[in-house]
């Protein structure tokens, strides 16, 4: 068992800066990468959903019973690294508001599917999560990634993508447990 709350987030982490990794991304294209989701379908987000498709990248969920990539320690050191599971959460928690505003709501990360499959479950997400586990999307779109304990992983960001677009992105995204809600704002702002 762990000895931290997963849905907690502590209050001493790192804040991450915008390094401009994500500068490029405004206008770009989503590419056309079909990715496994946790639906057992294939996804192609650059012809999914209408009107409004919004992907939260995030680097890994981390699971009750296992300590975190390099340890609590390690993994909390990392700026942007810890909230996988309170930003999940929020986005749950937020779904129906999402959905009436037009909507769908991806996550994707590195780790294979049926590892996804098993957040999925337990914290009763009512969307699909993508797994991007070679970096095929990550890499089209020169997203910004790190590595932690030889593992390369995506930095936490948020795409919001219309007509295959993307119109908006935030970078970084931190507090992670708080990004569902700056989402539904800028949506809300564009006459949602």
């Given at each position: 068992?762990?000895?931290?709350?997963?849905?907690?987030?502590?209050?001493?982490?790192?804040?991450?800066?915008?390094?401009?990794?994500?500068?490029?991304?405004?206008?770009?294209?989503?590419?056309?990468?079909?990715?496994?989701?946790?639906?057992?379908?294939?996804?192609?987000?650059?012809?999914?959903?209408?009107?409004?498709?919004?992907?939260?990248?995030?680097?890994?969920?981390?699971?009750?019973?296992?300590?975190?990539?390099?340890?609590?320690?390690?993994?909390?050191?990392?700026?942007?690294?810890?909230?996988?599971?309170?930003?999940?959460?929020?986005?749950?928690?937020?779904?129906?508001?999402?959905?009436?505003?037009?909507?769908?709501?991806?996550?994707?990360?590195?780790?294979?599917?049926?590892?996804?499959?098993?957040?999925?479950?337990?914290?009763?997400?009512?969307?699909?999560?993508?797994?991007?586990?070679?970096?095929?999307?990550?890499?089209a779109?020169?997203?910004?990634?790190?590595?932690?304990?030889?593992?390369?992983?995506?930095?936490?960001?948020t795409?919001?993508?219309?007509?295959?677009r993307?119109?908006?992105?935030?970078?970084?995204?931190?507090?992670?447990d708080?990004?569902?809600?700056?989402?539904?704002?800028?949506?809300?702002?564009?006459?949602?």
């Amino acid at each position: 068992m762990r000895a931290d709350n997963l849905h907690a987030l502590p209050d001493d982490l790192p804040v991450p800066q915008d390094d401009g990794a994500c500068d490029h991304l405004p206008g770009a294209r989503l590419p056309p990468i079909a990715l496994r989701a946790t639906s057992g379908e294939s996804v192609a987000l650059s012809e999914a959903g209408t009107p409004w498709v919004v992907v939260y990248c995030y680097p890994r969920t981390g699971k009750p019973d296992q300590e975190p990539l390099g340890g609590t320690q390690a993994w909390n050191a990392l700026p942007g690294a810890r909230g996988c599971t309170p930003q999940s959460c929020a986005y749950r928690d937020h779904h129906a508001e999402l959905h009436a505003l037009g909507a769908t709501v991806y996550g994707l990360s590195t780790q294979d599917t049926e590892y996804q499959r098993e957040a999925v479950e337990r914290l009763h997400l009512p969307f699909p999560l993508l797994s991007d586990a070679r970096l095929a999307f990550a890499g089209a779109l020169r997203l910004p990634t790190f590595v932690a304990a030889g593992q390369e992983l995506i930095r936490r960001l948020t795409l919001i993508a219309r007509d295959g677009r993307i119109e908006k992105v935030f970078y970084p995204v931190y507090p992670a447990d708080s990004d569902a809600e700056h989402v539904m704002a800028w949506l809300a702002a564009q006459g949602c």
